[in-house]
């Protein structure tokens, strides 16, 4: 059974940097990616970055250069680290796990967080 469990939101002024977490467990091994989507209110889930498990990472252009997503595969633990944030980056942050290929992460149906909240102050 899959288990992912976020952690590391809050509260940060614009400009500042966090890093949220997302530890995971029974995770199949025919999914290759994990990835951090994040969501609005009344907006769609959307892609924030994936990452295989070789390291390659794909990443939305809005967070380019801003946010670096990473993982450590003997603790199973999914990271986002986020540099000069903006207001516009307030949501909540959920983590997946899914299939990274061509360059691109796809999320696979149903194996999502709980959610971690970020909230950036002008």
């Known amino acids: 059974q899959v288990q992912l469990v976020e952690s590391g939101g809050g509260l940060v002024q614009a400009g500042g940097s966090l890093r949220i977490s997302c530890a995971a467990s029974?995770?199949?091994?025919?999914?290759?990616?994990m990835g951090w989507y994040r969501q609005f209110p009344e907006k769609e889930r959307e892609l924030v970055a994936g990452?295989?498990?070789?390291?390659?990472?794909a990443y939305a252009d809005s967070v380019k250069g801003r946010f670096t997503i990473s993982r450590d595969n003997v603790k199973n633990i999914l990271y986002l680290q986020m540099n000069s944030l903006k207001p516009e980056d307030s949501g909540v942050y959920y983590c997946s796990v899914g299939d990274f290929y061509a360059g691109d992460y796809y999320p696979a149906d149903g194996y999502w967080g709980q959610g971690t909240q970020v909230s950036v102050s002008s």
């Open positions: 990452i295989s498990t070789e390291g390659s990472t």
């Open positions: 029974g995770i199949p091994g025919r999914l290759n990616g």
